[in-house]
């Protein structure tokens, strides 16, 4: 496979891959929250054409709810990523990307929704967590997900010292994305 064609497959469906997962392990911190804190989830909206939310009723916890969603969001993939490294996993970069992206977005989400009260952060404002507590957390994972992020590019043959990039790797990347659109199509239909 040429290397640009390989670079635009692997980008082309990894970034994609990436928004629908980070949004698949955030909710699922939300249930997660729910059941634990014996809440009842009512629906699950996890659409590829849409944002993602989790409906629960009662939620007797909601602070705790509503927190699960961006901390699991973020946990899961960091213990993927290490998981990854720690196994030598030949695509193990991908989950290390995979985990940034993760932490990028939810602690943009929760630091800068804070502004707006918008979804989970109104939801944490209106229950009681501090305004401080939603920056912290965006202030601690921003970065975060930067350092997560530092030297990939290479491996996505972007800069200098560009790595071959294997179709072993593209083929794993745009599966990923299949199973992530299926998942997500099944998770909202039912």
């Known amino acids: 496979m040429p290397a640009a064609v390989a670079r635009l497959l692997l980008i082309g469906s990894f970034l994609?891959?990436?928004?629908?997962?980070?949004?698949?392990?955030h909710e699922l911190g939300h249930v997660i929250g729910a059941y634990g804190t014996g809440g009842r989830?009512?629906?699950?909206v996890l659409h590829p054409l849409t944002f993602s939310r989790t409906d629960v009723a009662p939620n007797p916890m909601p602070v705790a709810v509503v927190w699960a969603g961006p901390l699991l969001g973020i946990l899961i993939p960091c213990c993927a990523a290490v998981i990854a490294h720690r196994?030598?996993?030949?695509?193990?970069?991908?989950?290390?990307?995979?985990?940034?992206?993760?932490?990028?977005?939810?602690?943009?989400?929760?630091?800068?929704?804070?502004?707006?009260?918008?979804?989970?952060?109104?939801?944490?404002?209106?229950?009681?967590?501090?305004?401080?507590?939603?920056?912290?957390?965006?202030a601690a994972t921003v970065p975060a997900g930067l350092w997560c992020w530092h030297g990939l590019g290479p491996h996505f043959a972007i800069g200098h010292r560009q790595h071959e990039i294997?179709?072993?790797?593209?083929?794993?990347?745009?599966?990923?994305?299949?199973?992530?659109?299926?998942?997500?199509?099944?998770?909202?239909?039912?």
């Open 41 to 44: 989830v009512q629906q699950v």
């Open 87 to 138: 196994c030598q996993w030949p695509a193990g970069f991908l989950w290390r990307f995979f985990a940034g992206f993760c932490l990028l977005a939810n602690g943009g989400y929760i630091g800068l929704g804070s502004f707006q009260a918008i979804a989970d952060c109104g939801e944490m404002l209106k229950n009681g967590s501090p305004m401080w507590t939603l920056w912290l957390f965006g």
């Open 16 to 25: 994609p891959f990436c928004w629908l997962g980070m949004q698949a392990v």
């Open 166 to 190: 294997k179709t072993s790797t593209v083929w794993t990347s745009i599966g990923l994305l299949l199973v992530m659109l299926v998942l997500s199509v099944a998770v909202s239909a039912g």
